[in-house]
Every structure is written in structure tokens, then in C-alpha cells.
């Protein structure tokens, strides 16, 4: 019997998927940029049927995919162009809740469940998922977690790795490692976890997790804030965590570009204040219980900003709505810049203090190469993390030659600008097959070299996610 009527033997033949059409919103990524062939798609109900398909591929030397939302934004959740073809294990018949534990603070789920429900079912309980993304409706925990997603709130609570206690792998060979602890301390050895943890997929399949949970923020105050300059907005960043500290979970900054974007492209979007400012910021305050008012915090803290000059105009939100209101402009600038352009997604992170150099020193690297790109900024300015994204209308890249060597050269000269200033090109999309070149070009050797013997020790055979994360394997 061949590998596809083993694999229908495993999961039904209904759960087998090997049209191309059916097959496409698998094998292309969602902004349509990404795509490949694969020998099909297979729909595990249990990590029973992930690791017994696991293990089918690994008898015939088939290489194997995970995939989850296929929310990424470099694209490493879509078969590559070349090579053989995959098959890609998705994870979405597996969004069983398993448990709830309010008293010890955890939530165990299953791969496949949408992050969106993660924070219904912790919610249910009292208690917060701090990893909040603005694909959160459709992303799942196990690409998150394989990607070590970041979000909005890591200013806070940290990224995926910080929130993640326990993890069920299945291993390139079928093994299954179960290791859904929810313990805080557990001093016996390696702490397998992290090496599954942004592993992107080659290394094994995470088919469920433990996750920590946070006291539920009781009071929430959010504000919009206009400004002149990303310098100023470091000095509000320095000016409300020297007075409110933890209380800061949320620091976001974009330019103007990127809001008018958003604006334009994304229906029952407004700007949140009336006057044009070149750069914008979000801020939120929550706490879980204390006293004083929030809104006045946050108030009082802007009024300080106005009077020294650091901001020109704010508004804070006066209800829940309000609040998501704000929050939902935030969260629509990959749907915005999907619909206006191309936009090349850069994903550095710097030292905070040097956001502001790296800004201004990418748009003139950029502009050196590109003058008619236009350049987006939107990041999280609180934990150093800015998606630069040099911008194209669709009509002026289209007239572009030689356009992936272009993408290339523009990448390399921000990333460069990240590298000299003790940054990283890679803080929370991940390496997948945009990045792969930048691998070479900025890891040590060494680094490298630590890294493929780790590859080769758990999945010998190569088959796992081949073409990622690791140039040349």
C-alpha cells in the first residue's frame, strides 16, 4: 500500500485532502506571496493519529509540514517551491480545551485551538492569556507557540516562550514526548520545551500545551496620542514606566502612512483623533486590583507629556468600546497593507533606547536604494520590536525589475542598520523561507553550527519543515 492509503488507513480517507484547489489555501500563504505542492493534506483528530501519520512518513521517507492557522508573515507554514512535495499535517480538527486550572493558573489545549478561544476559556475563569496578536481569530496556539509569536502585551508579560509551561511533541519519528507539566520550577535537566519553542515546525509537531495564566486586569485605561517624532515617544515611554511601572501593558507606535492606511482600507476605521500628527501612539494601562483611577493615571501622565512638549494632542478612551475601538485600528494594519500594496515586512528589534536611530537610519538606507518607496513604521516600541516596511503601490511594483533581488538589497540594508546597533532581524515572525539568507549573513557561525546539530539529532532523516529556519538543510 502506498503512503496516501496508509495515511487514509490512519484518519479516514475523508480526512485526506490531495485536490490542488482543495489543497490551496494550504499551500499558498494569505497574502497570496508563498506557495508550493504537496502530496496532501491530512486532518489528525488525537496526537494518537499525529504521531501513527508521523510515523508513516518517516517509514518512506516523506518529509512532513505542520501547520496551523497559515497566518505567518514569512513563509514558513507553505510547502516550499521546489523539493518534494510535503505532507502537511494541519492541526485544526484539534481545539479541544483539556482543562482549566484557576488555582494554579494554567490552561492545557490542544494545537489547534484558535488563540482567540485561549483567551475565552481563560476568561471564563477569571484569569488572562497575555499573547495577543492581531490574527488572534485565527491563528492557532501551536503556531504560535512553534514561531514564538510576540504581540502587543510582551512589554508586560513577555513573548510566547515567557507564558509557556509545558508541551506534547510528537518526534520525527513518531515518539511522542509528553511533557504537560504546569509546574514554575522543575530543576531536573534540560528544559526540553524551548527547544520546540519557535523551532518553526522542524523538530517535531506540537500537538497541545500548557499555558500560563495571569490575574485578569480589572481596570483597563487606554489613550491615542499624536506626536511629532519616535525621540519623543522613548520619552514618554521613560516618563509613564518611571511612574506606573508594570501597569504599562501595552506601548504601540505607528507613523502616519501606516494609520492612513488603515483608514483608507479598512471598512468602520477612523482615526482616533482629529488632527494630523506624523506619529501615533497607543498606550494602555491595566491592573488586576489596587486603587485610584486609571483614567486619571493616564491623564495625568499625558498632561505631563503636553507640558513638556513631547505630545500634541490625545484622547483617552471613555468606555470598553471605546477602548477596542482603538485597539481594532491597531490590530488592522496587516489587513490595510495587504489591500494597498507591498509592503517588504521587516521584523528587527533594537536596544529601545535606539529605536529611534534605527528609523532614521533605515528610511535613508532605504531611500538610497528605493526613493519612490514609501516607508511604513508600526511596532512594538515598548519592548524595542519596529516592523519598518519600505511600501510599493501595486502599479509601481509591478513596473519594478528584477524585484527579488531588489527585496533583497532593501532587507539587507535594514537589517544591517539593526545588526549595527545590537538588534536582531528576526524578533517574533520568525526566519521560515523569507529569512533564510539573513541566517548566514547574521548568526555566528558557531550559532549555526550549534543549531544543525541539534536538527540532526532529533530529526536525522531531514524531513521535518526541510527548507527553514536553517540555510541548507
Known sequence: MNVLGQLAEIVGGEMIITGVAEMASATEDWRGRYHGAALCVTRPADTTQVSEIVACCHRHGVPVLPQGGNTGLVGGSVPASTGVAPVIVSLDRMRRIRSVDPVN????????CVLANVHDAAKSANRFYPVSLGSEGSCQIGGTIATNAGGTSVLRYGTTRDNVL????????????????????NNTGYDLKHLFIGS??????????????????????????????PEDALKMLT?????????????????????????????QRRSPIETEHDWHLLIELSDSGGEGDLDEALQAVLEKGFSAELVANAVIAASEAQRAALWEVRHSVSEANKKA?????????????????????????????????????????????????????????NGLAERDALSL?????????????????????????????????YKQPAELALMRV????????????????LPNT
Open 239 to 267: 516618563l509613564i514606566q518611571g511612574t506606573y511601572g508594570a501597569k504599562l501593558s501595552g506601548f504601540e507606535l505607528m507613523n502616519r502612512l501606516q494609520l492612513d492606511l488603515v483608514v483608507k482600507h479598512v471598512p
Open 166 to 185: 509545558g508541551l506534547e511533541v510528537v518526534l520525527p519519528d513518531g515518539t511522542i514526548w509528553s511533557g504537560l507539566t504546569g509546574l514554575r520550577k
Open 341 to 397: 500594496g507591498v509592503g517588504l515586512t521587516t521584523d528587527c528589534a533594537v536596544p529601545v533606547s535606539a529605536t529611534a536611530d534605527f528609523i532614521s537610519k533605515a528610511t535613508e538606507n532605504v531611500h538610497a536604494i528605493a526613493p519612490a518607496a514609501s516607508v511604513v513604521v508600526v511596532g512594538h516600541v515598548g519592548d524595542g520590536n519596529i516592523h519598518f516596511i519600505p511600501f510599493f503601490t501595486f502599479d509601481a511594483w
Open 200 to 229: 518553526e515546525g522542524t523538530l517535531g509537531i506540537i500537538t497541545a500545551a500548557v499555558l500560563k495564566l495571569h490575574p485578569f486586569p480589572a481596570r483597563t485605561a487606554v489613550a491615542w496620542a499624536g506626536l511629532d517624532c
Open 105 to 112: 493558573s494554567t490552561i492545557e489545549v490542544e494545537a489547534g
Open 409 to 441: 538589497r532593501i532587507r539587507h540594508a535594514v537589517n544591517d542598520v539593526a545588526a549595527a546597533l545590537g538588534g536582531t532581524f528576526s524578533a517574533e515572525h520568525g526566519v521560515g523561507q523569507v529569512q533564510l539568507a539573513e541566517m548566514d549573513r
Open 454 to 469: 541539534v536538527k540532526a539529532a532529533i530529526d536525522p532523516k531531514g524531513l521535518f519543515n526541510p527548507g527553514r529556519l
